[in-house]
């Protein structure tokens, strides 16, 4: 089985910056993809961006050029730096991992931007 354990969710300031961590742990297949999703009161769940082992990254176009994401193969951690939020990125974000057809979610974490 795979845990995801997420954190560093909470309030900012619009324009502020926070950072998500999510460390996985159990069996997990070396070729494998780990990202962020995020899921807005009465909106579907969306990609935030993810990125492979080998370093592909991947965007969604409402976030490119504010959120980076990077991840620490050893610890089979993943990062999700956010900067300049703004209101409408409050959501509550969810780590992923997954690889084939496999794939895993994290609790969740909560991120609100408001002033």
């Known amino acids: 089985q795979v845990q995801l354990v997420e954190s560093g969710g909470g309030l900012v300031l619009p324009g502020g910056s926070l950072r998500l961590s999510c460390a996985a742990s159990?069996?997990?297949?070396?070729?494998?993809?780990m990202g962020w999703y995020r899921q807005a009161p009465g909106k579907q769940r969306e990609l935030v961006a993810d990125i492979t082992r080998a370093g592909s990254r991947n965007f969604a176009d409402s976030v490119k050029g504010r959120f980076t994401i990077s991840r620490d193969n050893i610890k089979n951690t993943v990062y999700l730096q956010m900067n300049s939020l703004k209101p409408e990125d409050t959501a509550v974000y969810y780590c992923?991992?997954?690889?084939?057809?496999?794939?895993?979610w994290g609790q969740g974490t909560q991120v609100t931007v408001s002033s």
């Open positions: 159990g069996s997990i297949s070396y070729s494998n993809t």
């Open positions: 992923n991992l997954g690889w084939g057809s496999v794939t895993f």
